[in-house]
DNA sequence: CTAGTTGCAAAGAGTTTGCATGGCG
DNA sequence: CGCCATGCAAACTCTTTGCAACTAG
């Protein structure tokens, strides 16, 4: 089954793209491309089929809201951390993840899902 | 304004403190519930209760399902790992969590979040 | 008594789906 | 052309809310 290269889709990735790091609701997606003529149930369907080719990643807020965000290739490899406050989100490089891994690691050989884990906790700015 | 102490939050906190460790759906909860005379509103009205007095945690699964978990008092000073595939919840102990405390704390003077931090991953029996 | 709590049913919010139309390749 | 994707609206799921009846203190 291959895929095609819509207007809908191109105007997606673009609008994410140009959101990095920021944790965006599936609403608020749709309001920002209804005006360019994607309609809600394709803004759905395809944040669905980013988040399988791992574009983009689904996380959920503290109130359970589902979010998701632009995941550049190089985000797999490392921990965000993000503040409660503010929503910074803030990259921790290779290194300080691997401290982490290793931390982790001593427990039950847990090994460390660097994409889905966020640390959360508050930003010095916000204190 | 004081809090009555009902059956039917009885068996609310009876039934949340006979699975800790474990994520449960509002669903759940009321559908375990149901039977012993517990309507769905009461349940997710004492579940958002018990969550405002710290008595449960609220999360989120990867699907953006909302997640209630008991926490003992003691769950509040470290993080909890959790195996994506089997669930099983696992609890660092002040040092760990310190550890990894320490190392986000370079980053931003960023403060951890103990009781709202998740870590994800794979634990041994499932790899 | 009297204020907090419950159960029910209806309302809401967010998301998914069926189906006919439209567009990429 | 053939198949995939889109748009619309209806269907769904989970959660919240209004209101009258109930109950703990």
Redesign the pocket.
């Known amino acids: 089954?291959?895929?095609?290269?819509?207007?809908?889709?191109s105007l997606l990735s673009d609008y994410l793209s140009s959101r990095p790091d920021v944790y965006l609701?599936?609403?608020e997606v749709a309001n920002a491309l209804e005006p360019k003529?994607?309609?809600?149930?394709?803004v759905?369907?395809?944040l669905?089929a980013l988040e399988g080719q791992g574009q983009i990643v689904r996380s959920a807020g503290p109130k359970?809201e589902?979010l998701y965000r632009f995941c550049g290739e190089r985000c797999s490899d490392h921990i965000h951390l993000q503040c409660e406050r503010c929503g910074r989100l803030v990259h921790l490089d290779e290194e300080e993840t691997r401290a982490v891994a290793a931390i982790v690691s001593t427990r039950d050989g847990f090994e460390l899902d660097a994409t889905r884990t966020v640390i959360y906790g508050i930003c010095e700015d916000c204190r």
């Not at 089954?1 to 889709?9: F, I, K, L």
């Not at 003529?37 to 394709?42: D, F, I, K, N």
Request: glycine content about 8%; hydrophobic content about 25%; cysteine-free.
């Open positions: 089954m291959r895929s095609y290269a819509t207007e809908q889709r609701t599936a609403m003529g994607v309609s809600r149930s394709s759905y369907r395809n669905l359970g589902t």
